[in-house]
């Protein structure tokens, strides 16, 4: 193909060449597949806008996969499948349809406006969002349509994971559940992940801990928005019994034995009984249940709770009360 070469300043013969670039999106060293022109003239290689593959792009879709953030097209697909415009959707969130605009065309979703979107895509969230909006923000009869479709999918979701959601408590995504609304279907595989091989009770408890709490610390929201509490022997998932409950009796994922010690006190020790659905979670997620569970392969229960005793979060939380993810940043893992 011919065209101008910046360097000879002509027309010249060009080639199209790849090669792997690393671009720094947020902190993060993407690496991606680039494609240049060259010219064989005088070998010189340059972007061309005209090239069909925009690296940054590339580089923005894969930091969001690896953080567990949404793309353009899920964010335009929700958008759509309410009937919504961008300028209608935008006024709804308080942004603005411009800005809408540029995160359904490819640019990066500031973080706050993903968490913020993230909550609009609960059907109560988006009824909340709707009343609230200021008059005029979506025709009243189009709001009146949404409205019924969206009370309508909420009386039609009593799945099982409702069901869960009723018994462990409701709660808005915030600081002591690493800023995520509880997802029970990461939960119970990352319980039956740490489950693999067999694993003490008491162990199990810190292993969630700190997946949690490393994920939020080193991407600002936690894996599956459990709460935890201080209890003596160190940080326990909120209601964690109710969790292994369900995951023994109901879903038959997880068996139990009971340990008796020398002393004649007894635990318990969990094995799966079924494999995890790891295509659940996110890479960044994956990354850190991995980071944990190799980083604690040696611990005993005693030695992970005693580990767990030196952590902020839980020298600073009276007993029984909440951990803050907010003490996630001095994490010693």
Known sequence: MKGICPNCEMTRELEVVAADDEIKVRGDSVLVRVEYLKCRSCGETFEDPTLPSDPHAKAYREYRKRHGMLQPEEIRSFREQNGLTQGEMGKILGWGAITLSRYENGALQAEAHEKAFRLAMEPHNLLRLLEEAPEGAVDEGKKARIVHGLRAMEEETCTLERIYADRFGRYEPDEFSGYRKLDLEKLLNAIIYFC??????????????????KHFKEYAVSITGVRYARLPFGPVPDRYEYYFAALIHEEKAIGVNEIIYPDGHSGEEFFAE???????????????????????????????????????????????QLISYEFADGLKV
């Not at 944990?292 to 902020?312: L, M, P, R, T």
């Open 274 to 320: 079924l494999e995890p659905n790891l295509s659940v979670f996110t890479d960044s997620e994956l990354k850190i249940l991995t980071t944990v569970k190799v980083f604690f392969q040696d611990f005993n229960a005693k030695g992970i709770s005693d580990f767990s005793h030196e952590e902020a979060g839980y020298q600073n939380t009276a007993t029984g």
């Open 196 to 213: 693999k091989g067999k694993v003490l009770k008491t162990k199990l408890n810190k292993l969630l801990f700190y997946a949690d709490f």
